[in-house]
């Protein structure tokens, strides 16, 4: 499989006291501002960044999420990875399940529940400040075999002009 296009965004985020992090198949990262204690997947929130023409593009996907912080000190990562959704979302959730609306990565390996403890005392803190980097690899092939093997189907919907809410 040859990489037809590579695409990176870089978000930047900062933790709060509220997160949780004990959703079993979902993480999100929250634009807002404000956090309840209901949202156990959120792991930062204030995400500022455009993810522009990525989002749009079939192939396999990366959420690499660093944290730097100085109370409590410490510095923590993980990855997350899957495929593209190939649609443009109003929010930056990634999943375990193939749902593709508002989702930047689906069939996903990891989702709130799976992030290691370090990094989720880190983003326990407002102080908490983090990168968030999102990667997606378009390959030359027909990508569509891999989605099919995770038990994905991925209509292009280019085409259709569509937002990607359907699916």
Do not use: W
Not at 48 to 59: A, M
Not at 100 to 116: E, G, K, Q, T
Request: with cysteine; charged share 25%.
């Amino acid at each position: 499989m040859t990489t037809r296009r590579i695409c990176i965004k870089l978000l930047q985020c900062r933790g709060h006291p509220n997160v949780q992090l004990s959703h079993p198949s979902t993480l999100e990262l929250e634009k807002e501002a404000s956090l309840t204690p209901r949202g156990d997947c959120i792991a930062c929130v204030s995400c500022k960044g455009d993810l522009g023409e990525c989002v749009e593009e079939k192939g396999l996907a990366a959420l690499y999420i660093a944290a730097l912080s100085f109370f409590p000190p410490g510095v923590a990562s993980t990855i997350v990875s899957g495929l593209s959704p190939a649609a443009r979302p109003r929010r930056l959730i990634a999943r375990r399940s193939c749902h593709r609306v508002d989702s930047i990565v689906i069939a996903a390996n990891r989702a709130a529940a799976d992030v290691p403890e370090n990094l989720r005392r880190l983003l326990m803190s407002s102080y908490t400040r983090c990168l968030a980097l999102y990667l997606v690899l378009a390959p030359d092939d027909n990508v569509d075999t891999v989605y099919e093997s995770v038990g994905c189907i991925v209509e292009d919907m280019s085409d259709r002009g569509a937002s990607g809410d359907s699916g």
